[in-house]
């Protein structure tokens, strides 16, 4: 379980150097291919917008990456418990806000990831005294 959990959280990560690549590097090129519904006059004004969203998500994938090279198991977890959490309510929000499309994107691999990681260490985590 923790191996899946650990696969999901890398393609989540994944997704985000994608994401932060596209809106950092390649907003004005690739982007357009990839958000078809936002005007194409927009691209060239809001670069420095969709940058800055890029690297948003670079951090997101950066704390993701961090969780899956901390030796310490429930240190791992909480790390990658949170930075999933982080990607599922930036997911809800993009969906209320944007496009029901972005939660199936980004929020739902996220949520599939963050119950393998409670499945996977449900013994750990309620070991832990408050």
Known sequence: MILIAKLLTAFVALLHVYFLW????A??????????????????????MAAN????????????????IISDP???????????????IAGIYGALSVSKRIF?????????????????NYKLLTLWDF
Do not use: H
Not at 22 to 25: G, I, K, S, T
Not at 27 to 45: Q, S
Not at 53 to 68: D, P, T, V
């Open 22 to 25: 596209l809106e950092m590097f």
């Open 27 to 48: 907003w004005t090129t690739k982007a357009k291919k990839v958000f078809r519904n936002f005007p194409k006059d927009l691209f060239e004004p809001t670069k420095q």
């Open 53 to 68: 969203q890029g690297l948003y998500n670079g951090f997101l994938a950066a704390g993701l990456l961090w969780s899956l």
């Open 74 to 88: 429930l240190w791992a977890t909480y790390v990658a418990m949170f930075f999933l959490g982080c990607v599922i």
């Open 104 to 120: 199936i994107v980004q929020g739902i691999p996220a949520l599939i990831a963050l119950i393998f990681w409670i499945i996977a």
